[in-house]
């Protein structure tokens, strides 16, 4: 009596929540493992065609049977916001509790596909024994609702559980929820939020069940903080967007374009060499001075203009210069020596109409011949400098040379002297000494000397 009434207020409340919503699996296709050999009629769609006297079942399963596991799902045909599940299984009346004992431990999954482990779990029978007439709410949404069961030898099962032989036996299974996706509410008459993915949401408060990429909150109307997009914002804004503004907190692409100097969908791809600008759009004038490439960002050379060009891109070519006066901002000077003071070329530099006589082209500022050189250079005051500064020295060295020779004169002359009073006292004291004629010779010749003869 207890447990019939415990039914019934099951059943009642679970019309309270169910009311007003549609039946998703009526009369949908169905696939059961192994049709139980004894009753090929009961096919898995008789869990279906809402006749609660036909049923599927199934072969048994068991500790002790060939088969350990069983399985039985229904294709709603679409994907769902579903509500709740309800399950009546086979009543032999005066075998109501070895009924039960045979469903217990069974799985309940919602799931996109057949393959019941990427689905959700939304029911998990526990040592209770279930009832003939199950009902449970499971506030998801999927395609395919799986009934699933098991008897593995050597698990301990909890008192009142029939573990072989066991028959699977589901005269109706009733899938409830909305049949229009993106509503809500007891009669599916609510919108769902804009940006619930998918516009997927609880099929009874409306929350929902995951948000749009970018996208926050439980209603999903939250955007992603600056800096971040993507699905729940977990990704990083990497580009240089125009402006230095954040990229989409959608999609994570720059929506006014990339910062000059950059490309790519993220715009985190510098400019390849030789283009510059937003989106690397322009390319480079190629008239940097040194061969060189352009800024990425600005377009500008930043070693300067190549000869003969100006401008910040240097695209514009040198022209109108004044006569004598070439390259960047006319600020050098020709040589002056074109034929007939000519000017020289503003690009090349060169004197188109030829040289002046004794001028070498292309820029006339060599001249043929040496002399011609040194006659020009004569005439300019480094070189004058220079011949004044070698007379003062010729003429200091030639003072110290006359100098010298005059005192080496002096000693000359005192060194005579010296000799001629040396000889004749040696005279003297000879003819004293023997009262001989004695001749002696001095001579001197290489240091100067005149030869001398005494007679005694």
């Known amino acids: 009596m207890f447990i019939k009434m415990l ?19 009526a009369n949908k296709v169905a696939r059961q493992y192994k049709t139980h050999i004894g009753c090929q009629s009961c096919v898995a769609n008789n869990a279906v065609d809402r006749d609660i006297q036909t049923c599927a079942r199934m072969e048994d399963i068991g500790t002790s049977a060939p088969n350990r596991s069983t399985w039985w799902y229904v294709d709603l045909g679409s994907t769902y916001n579903v509500v709740n599940i309800r399950i009546q299984f086979k009543d032999y009346k005066g075998y109501t509790m070895r009924q039960r004992g045979r469903f217990a431990g069974f799985s309940l999954y919602v ?13 998990k029978d526990g040592p209770q024994l279930p009832p003939l007439d199950f009902h449970t709410n499971c506030i998801t949404h999927g395609r395919y609702v799986i009934f699933y069961n098991e008897r593995i030898p050597g698990t301990t099962y909890p008192i009142g559980y029939v573990e072989s032989p066991v028959f699977t036996e589901l005269c109706e299974v009733t899938v409830t929820g909305c049949s229009s996706s993106g509503v809500y509410g007891e009669n599916c008459d609510k919108v769902c939020p804009d940006n619930c993915q998918e516009r997927r949401c609880d099929i009874i408060n409306g929350t929902c069940l995951n948000c749009k990429p970018g996208w926050l909150g439980e209603h999903c109307d939250k955007a992603c903080p600056a800096g971040q997009f ?21 999609t994570g692409l720059c929506d006014n374009g990339c910062d000059d100097g950059w490309t790519g969908s993220n715009c985190n791809k510098e400019c390849p060499l030789g283009n510059h600008g937003p989106d690397c759009v322009y390319k480079c004038s190629a008239k940097c001075l040194g061969d060189v490439a352009c800024n990425r960002k600005t377009g500008k050379c930043d070693t300067g203009c190549d000869i003969g060009y100006t401008g910040e891109l240097c695209e514009t070519v040198l022209t109108g210069c004044e006569i ?16 007939n ?23 006339c500022n060599n001249t043929d011949l040496e002399s011609n050189a040194l006659m020009k250079s004569c005439n300019e005051p480094s070189y004058i400098a220079g011949i004044s500064v070698l007379v003062i020295i010729c003429i200091a060295l030639g003072s110290v040379c006359l100098f010298l020779m005059w005192k080496h004169y002096r000693l000359v002359k005192k060194m005579h002297s010296l000799q001629y009073i040396s000889v004749i006292r040696t005279s003297t004291q000879d003819n004293n000494a023997d009262d001989c004629q004695q001749y002696e010779e001095l001579r001197i010749s290489e240091n100067g000397y005149h030869n001398i003869e005494f007679r005694h």
């Open 111 to 123: 799931s996109n596909t057949t393959n019941r482990h990427m689905g959700q779990l939304c029911y």
């Open 324 to 339: 004598g006066t070439f390259a960047k901002g006319c600020s050098n000077q020709c040589s002056g020596h074109c034929l």
């Open 7 to 25: 039914s019934i207020i099951w059943t009642l409340m679970t019309f309270i929540v169910t009311r007003g919503y549609d039946d998703l699996s």
């Open 230 to 250: 993507g699905p729940q914002c977990e990704s990083k804004c990497v580009g240089h967007c125009k402006y230095s503004v954040g990229c989409n907190h959608t």
């Open 341 to 363: 003071n000519g000017p020289c070329n503003s690009t090349t530099w060169h004197c188109d109409s030829g040289c002046a006589p004794g001028y070498k082209e292309p820029f």
